[in-house]
């Protein structure tokens, strides 16, 4: 039989769960436009909120099951994730394709030949590499204090699970060397790095830089968009701050005269105002510890220079005084000193948005096709 001829795989695709939007869920979509005979297996999903999937195959765990409220705060019951993904039947699939920063790798191989290829988007943070940060501000507000108690009781066996789960899985990709260290940290496996997808033909680049800087994630505790904030204040600088989350209330007394609020929920007209935000922006602040950062790509797309923490994924993807400038520690007189710094340096806009080239969704889907068939053989 040629190789023409030869049977191909059938290929399953798992991931978390598909409730909003971020980097992770454009990673499951990219998977799809590698593999669109593939069905796409998670825990719960939020189909109304999640358009893009609308022509997936989208297939549920038993958690979809349950009634609506509970549905939706499914996260703070991670043991019933562990048992939902290893009751799946994945038989009929000769290669499972997980997407996991959570509980997706859990998924089991129920007949020889199987193979399970696990793109880590991270060991999951709060159990192994940000446990102490976590527990210090679980982001989950008024319930905070509970949290606290229950991590000390619940984490040790979820991270003995986890460990074990990793241990099963045949290949590991991670989505940035940070993320390839940790996975060998802490599950003691080797993997390859590739990159996430990112849709750079979404930007057009303006030559001329507006006179603002943006700063854009969840509004959470550990995306410290504080330092952004209280950078902008010292500097009297016109901040842009896009998002939502459970900070916005805190964000929001901090912040001085020069900053403005964009707090919208993900939808197509939000996504047209991120991209010409991030086409005329003077800069983009990033003062997160990220496993990668998608939005640092993004804003380089539009060929906005990105201010940086330098640690974690910024180190792939930022050069530092080309397309950006990197600081080295997490404090708002860093950050301050690396926007002054940015404020002197002349930027090139196309050579910025050149470099972001590099983490396009097209070259990501070919070495994720490449890799697969190779495994496969």
């Known amino acids: 039989m040629s190789n023409s001829e030869k049977k191909q795989p059938k290929i399953a695709i798992v991931h978390d769960w598909i409730t909003n939007m971020g980097g992770a869920e454009n990673v499951v979509l990219a998977f799809h ?9 998670t825990s719960t999903y939020e189909s109304k909120k999640m358009p893009l999937f609308n022509n997936c195959d989208v297939r549920t765990t038993y958690l979809q099951k349950l009634p609506k409220v509970l549905r939706r705060i499914h996260k703070f019951f991670p043991m019933l994730r562990v048992r939902a993904f ?48 976590y527990r210090k501000d679980p982001g989950f507000g008024k319930l905070n204090w509970l949290i ?26 991670g ?30 680049p303006s030559k001329k830089r507006g006179s603002y800087y943006v700063a854009f994630s969840r509004l959470v505790p550990y995306k410290r968009i504080d330092l952004a904030i209280e950078a902008a204040n010292k500097l009297s600088l016109p901040l842009h701050v896009l998002g939502v989350g459970s900070e916005y209330e805190n964000l929001f007394k901090l912040a001085g005269d020069t900053i403005t609020f964009y707090n919208k929920e993900w939808s197509p007209e939000f996504v047209k105002f991120i991209n010409k935000e991030l086409d005329n922006a003077k800069g983009f602040i990033f003062p997160a510890e990220e496993d990668f950062g998608i939005i640092q790509v993004e804003a380089m797309a539009g060929g906005s220079p990105v201010i940086a923490y330098g640690i974690g994924g910024a180190l792939d993807i930022a050069i530092d005084g080309k397309t ?15 926007i002054k710094l940015a404020e002197k340096t002349n930027f090139d806009p196309l050579f910025i948005r050149d470099r972001a080239e590099k983490f396009s969704k097209d070259n990501f889907i070919k070495q994720i096709k490449r890799f697969v068939s190779d495994k496969s053989k």
């Open 33 to 41: 436009e590698a593999f669109p005979d593939a069905p796409i297996y």
């Open 324 to 338: 950006g400038i990197l600081f080295k520690e997490q404090t708002v007189d860093c950050l301050v000193e690396a």
């Open 148 to 173: 606290r108690l229950a991590m000390p009781l619940l984490v040790p066996p979820l991270k003995k699970a986890d460990y074990k789960a990793a241990q099963e899985v045949d290949y590991f990709i």
């Open 175 to 204: 989505n940035s060397n940070a993320v390839k260290d940790r996975i060998k940290k802490y599950y003691n496996k080797s993997a390859v790095v590739i990159h996430p997808p990112v849709d750079v033909d979404r930007f057009s």
């Open 86 to 133: 290893q009751k799946l039947d994945l038989s009929e699939f000769d290669i499972i394709l997980s997407s996991s920063s959570a509980e997706s790798k859990q998924v089991r191989k129920t007949r020889p030949g199987q193979i399970h290829i696990c793109y880590c988007h991270t060991p999951i943070r709060y159990y192994w590499s940000h446990y102490d940060e």
